[in-house]
């Protein structure tokens, strides 16, 4: 097959994806083999009596984007939702294995969930700003622990709001509601609000699918400027936009990890035959 | 083809749907205003002025000379006593004579100088020329002939001589009435300043039925003659002189001596200073009108001081109210009176202390009175002739002054707001001020809302938020189940239980929320202590099922001892001692008992309308909150609350609503004293605890049942406006989010 990048095609449309690195905006220089900052293994879950998910391994490297592709239903979010432990939220859920940040396990009875939950960011999938002002979301972190004096939040709301992107758009109407913002503007609002608590890992839950094409770019070259600075987990079913934005692709299957590796070798030379199906459009 | 059929079926069904809901919003839309008309139709009357029909009058031919004229409760017969002591009865039809009467047995050459009809009709006071003075019942009974055809006659006369002496004291002022067994009779000797009261008492030997009157007079000292005088209720009686000096007298207990009343005036008002013309008690003999030169009209009541003496007290004073006025005539039946002037006349009404509209009169007129049933006003005239114009009177003595402001009602020691609708004597007044119905309406709302929202509200926020699944179905349905007590349950448990249990132990039922509080908040404390592995076994709400029977225990414990503390700390039960040291009174039946036992209906309803707004608040708000880093608490206060705000204060204007309207528990918990207070250890009667005491026994048609349907629409409006606000904060709400 020919290397060529047909990046503004359906996927229907192609044979493969291949992955062009030359094409890929800004590349950042990541260490082959860097270290695993969450460390899942084994990762059994269940919603009452059905199981979601079927011993899942997997290791996401720091500072990098890791990509969750696979058909609607098969436990992406389930998975996503294991790293910061939001899961508990939900009624008659268990969960066996262990999922480790940085060494901790996650799931150890002694774990402070809230501190969890400001270590590990998780950004959903409809755009969910608070029915307050702009500044009040993105402080929103922040004010529960009463940790910042009143010019540092000032500070820190400004810092990420620009490095959601949002500032230039936002500065003049700090003290509006949130719920006056568009579409892609409340999903990096909700990105700010996440980056607010200073988090080690970012989970991002199909940021981009109740959003248009262009608020879609903004998101993707977000998160583009994010990477390096933030470790990324990001669930998304569109696979032009894992393949440019992801240095990891894990694709899931009914519940399993079917395969995970380097972004261009799961698009490129996919080991398992299901995954090559589902990157080729034949399902899913 | 096929399709298209499947679908017009649809739409059809779809429509059908639609008109049907949108017939049943119209239809309860209709109810209500129906409702809201029905208790307008009734209660509008009320604003109805009273009237004179001139324009139908009808004259009748009476005769020229007397003291006194009258007419039977049909206004077909009328009579007048002449200057012979002759009773003249003549048919106002055809004017026929009917009959003639001589009841005073007047010694030869003795006449008739003065005499004095009461108020009540009935009785009538004469003095006669030689000085003697006696009191005539009599009544004209109908009779009916062979052709049925109805005729009059006077019945048998029952002349009692209060003042027998022939000394030839020349009486022109007299007043007097019969009291049950007792006469009384006030006169006052022409130019001599002094006033006499003499009581007689009737003795009836119930064997030979024989009658034996005895006799007492009493004099007291005026500083000028009397100009004319009227007799109070019990032997009290109001001298007005010609100096302009209006004096009240009372006997003492023991009939010994006349003391007079000191007088004192409502705030703004003086005595006038024009020669009383006339003095006339209204029905009932609870106050009188004064006639003072210069066109002045006052009404003085006797009131009681906190040492049980009376004082009498200028209640209102009208100027120039007719042209010339020269006198009143007074209602048989009701405080209203007719102030008469040289050729119009105007009717008033003294406990509103209103006047009403002018109707002319013929100059010259010699007598005014209004006919027993008060649908006839019958004056008469110079010419001999008595004109009968007819009347409607409505309701005079029911308007907004009386509903909403203080009066100052005969007996009554100050100007208050008082519901007593019935009395024991046909001249009772109702008192029909609707602010206790009001205040007590709104106190028993405060005393069930005061526990029962902050109960409603956190315990929805808990159910809401920290319970999960099955505690929570449970919670919710047993929270249901309460809401379906009904109301007598809740009454009769509050009036029989909750009253007499509480009743030794108000400290701990106050201190109750105050403790278990603060035993939680400690427990709190303690809790988050405690390793965390111990901590996870009880997520999720299970720690609560922990607490409760702490709780319970706590709870049972402070009320049992509850006696014990009372008197360990104060000495004596905590309503004793409130009563003992700031004079607080108390009640068994009180707001306490009843916002209690209120609670227990208004709690659910708040509750489950809190519940559903705490729970309307979208999920994805909550996780954002979660996932920030928020515990459940903060995710609650911060997130949680502030959107479902708005459902929140509906659902508390809604228990408000309940609270507001609710009839039975009410009735049954409370002694339902209709009292302008709002001390908790008291009694109240509310709005529609009175609609349920009183409207199955008010007389239809009649200002008080009027009233009740008045104080209907104020409920009626009170719980619209409350569900109204209710429902505007909420769409508002709905609106913002
Ligand atoms: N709250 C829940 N309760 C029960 N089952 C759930 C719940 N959330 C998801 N599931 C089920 O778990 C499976 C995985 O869901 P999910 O992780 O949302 O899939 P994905 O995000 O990959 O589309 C699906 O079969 C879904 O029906
Ligand atoms: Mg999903």
């Known amino acids: 097959m020919t290397p060529t990048a047909v990046m503004s095609e359906p996927t229907s449309h192609l044979g493969r994806i291949a992955v062009d690195s030359a094409n890929r905006r800004a590349p950042v220089e990541v260490a082959d083999e860097a270290e695993p900052i969450v460390r899942v293994r084994n990762l059994d879950f269940w919603y009452g009596d059905t199981q979601a998910l079927f011993g899942v391994d997997l290791d996401v490297p720091k500072g990098q ?25 939900i009624d008659g859920v268990r969960i066996s294995g262990t999922v480790e940040l940085d060494g901790q396990d996650v799931y150890d009875p002694r774990v402070d969930v809230v501190e969890l939950r400001r270590r590990v960011g998780m950004v959903f999938q409809r755009p969910n700003p608070f029915p307050m002002s702009i500044y009040d979301n993105v402080a929103f972190g922040p004010r529960l622990r009463k940790e910042l004096g009143r010019k540092e939040l000032d500070d820190l709301v400004e810092k990420c709001l620009r490095s959601a992107a949002l500032w230039d758009e936002t500065r003049d109407r700090l003290d509006q509601s949130a719920l006056g913002l568009s579409g892609g503007q409340q999903q990096r609002l909700c990105i700010a609000r996440a980056l607010a608590n200073q988090p080690e890992v970012l989970l991002l839950d199909e940021p981009c699918s109740a959003l ?27 696979m032009q936009q894992a393949a440019r934005v992801s240095d990891v692709t894990a694709f899931f299957l009914k519940g399993r990890l079917v395969e995970a590796d380097r972004t261009e070798v799961v698009f490129t030379r996919p080991s398992k035959e299901e995954t090559e199906n589902y990157i080729t459009g034949r399902f899913g | 083809m096929a399709r298209r059929a499947s679908d017009r079926r649809r739409n059809r069904r779809d429509r059908l749907a639609a008109g049907i809901v949108r017939l049943g919003g119209a239809g309860v839309v209709l109810a209500v205003a129906f409702l809201a008309a029905f208790l307008v139709r009734e209660a509008l009357p009320l604003a109805a002025r009273p009237e004179i029909h001139d324009d139908r009058a009808r004259v009748a031919p009476l005769g020229g000379d007397g003291l006194l004229f009258g007419v039977d409760p049909f206004v077909e017969a009328g009579w007048r006593l002449t200057a012979e002591g002759v009773l003249v009865l003549r048919d106002l039809r055809d004017g026929a004579t009917l009959a003639e009467a001589r009841p005073f047995d007047l010694a030869a050459g003795e006449r008739l100088v003065a005499a004095r ?41 029952k002349v009692r001589w209060l003042r027998d002496e022939a000394d030839g004291a020349p009486i022109t002022r007299l007043d007097g009435d019969v009291e049950d067994d007792r006469l009384w009779l006030a006169y006052a000797v022409e130019g001599e300043a002094r006033v006499h009261l003499v009581r007689g008492r009737l003795k009836t030997n119930r064997l030979t039925g024989a009658e034996r009157l005895s006799v007492k007079d009493l004099a007291a000292d005026l500083p000028a003659p009397a100009a004319d005088l009227a007799l109070l209720d019990h032997g009290g009686l109001v001298v007005g002189l010609s100096d302009g000096a209006v004096l009240g007298f009372k006997p003492d207990r023991r009939f010994r001596t006349l003391d007079a009343m000191p007088t004192t005036a409502a705030s703004g008002l003086e005595p006038g200073s024009g020669g009383v013309l006339a003095v006339r008690s209204l029905v009932g003999r609870g106050s009188v009108l004064v006639v003072r030169v210069g066109d002045v009209l006052e009404h003085h009541l006797p009131r ?51 006047l009403y509209g002018r109707s002319p009169l013929a100059p010259g007129w010699r007598g005014v009175l209004l006919a027993p049933r008060e649908d006839v006003l019958a004056v008469w005239q110079g010419d001999g002739a008595v004109r009968l114009e007819p009347v409607e009177l409505h309701y005079p003595g029911f308007t907004w002054e009386t509903w909403f402001t203080r009066i100052q009602y005969e007996g009554l020691p100050e100007p208050a707001y008082v519901w007593q609708s019935t009395g024991g004597t046909e001249s009772y007044e109702p008192k029909v001020s609707l602010v206790p119905l009001v205040v007590g309406t709104l106190k028993g709302a405060l005393w069930a809302l005061l526990p029962s929202i902050p109960i409603a509200l956190l315990g929805a926020l808990y159910c809401a938020r920290f319970l999960r699944g099955r505690a929570r179905e449970a919670v919710k349905s047993f929270v249901e189940l309460l809401a379906g007590i009904p109301s007598v349950v809740l009454g009769f448990l509050g009036a029989l239980y909750l009253a007499p249990k509480m009743n030794d132990r108000y400290l701990s039922v106050l201190l109750l929320p105050l403790v278990l509080a603060l035993a939680a908040l400690l427990l709190g404390a303690l809790w988050a202590r405690l390793p965390i592995q111990w901590r996870r076994r009880f997520h999720g709400g299970r720690a609560a099922w922990l607490l409760l029977p702490l709780f319970f225990l706590l709870a049972d414990f402070l009320l049992r001892s509850g006696p014990g503390l009372e008197g360990w700390l104060l000495g004596e039960p905590l309503t004793a001692w409130l009563r003992d040291r ?7 039946r009180n707001a306490l008992v009843v916002g209690l036992a209120m609670g227990f209906a208004v709690t659910p309803l708040v509750f489950t309308l809190a519940e559903d707004a705490f729970r309307n608040v979208p999920r994805d708000l909550s996780e954002a909150s979660l996932a920030l880093g928020a515990t459940e608490w903060q995710t609650a206060v911060r997130v949680v609350v502030p959107p479902a705000l708005p459902g929140v204060v509906a659902a508390s204007m809604i228990g408000l609503g309940r609270a507001v309207g609710e009839t039975m528990i009410v009735l049954m918990a409370t002694g339902n004293t209709p009292i302008t207070s709002w001390n ?27 009233t009740l349907f008045l104080s209907a629409l104020l409920l009626f409006a009170m719980t619209f406006v409350v569900n109204l606000a209710a429902e505007w904060v909420r769409v508002r709400g709905r609106k913002k989010l």
Request: net charge negative.
């Open chain 1, 65 to 89: 984007v890791t990509a969750l592709i696979g058909p609607s239903g098969c436990g992406k979010s389930t998975f996503l939702r294991c790293l910061d432990r939001m899961n508990d939220t």
């Open chain 1, 212 to 238: 248009d094409p262009n608020a879609t770019a903004k998101i993707e070259d977000l998160i583009f400027e994010l990477r390096g600075r933030y470790t990324i987990v990001m669930v998304t079913h569109n």
């Open chain 2, 117 to 157: 009809l009461a108020p009540s009709g009935g009785v009538v006071a004469a003095a006669t020329s030689t000085g003697r003075v006696a009191l005539a019942e009599f009544r004209v009974v109908p009779e009916y002939g062979d052709d049925l055809a109805r005729t009059y006659r006077f019945s048998e006369a």
């Open chain 2, 304 to 354: 009681p001081r906190e040492d049980a003496t009376l004082e009498l007290y200028l209640a209102h004073a009208w100027e120039a109210p007719v042209r010339g006025l020269r006198d009143v005539a007074v209602s048989p039946r009701q405080r209203v009176f007719f102030a008469l002037g040289e050729d119009e006349l105007r009717i008033g009404q003294s406990t509103a202390g209103r």
């Open chain 2, 582 to 588: 700031f004079e607080v009174p108390f009640e068994q």
């Open chain 2, 680 to 706: 908790p250890f008291r009694g109240f009667r509310t709005l529609s605890a009175n609609l349920a005491v009183e409207l199955p026994e008010a007389e239809k048609g009649a200002g008080l049942y009027r």
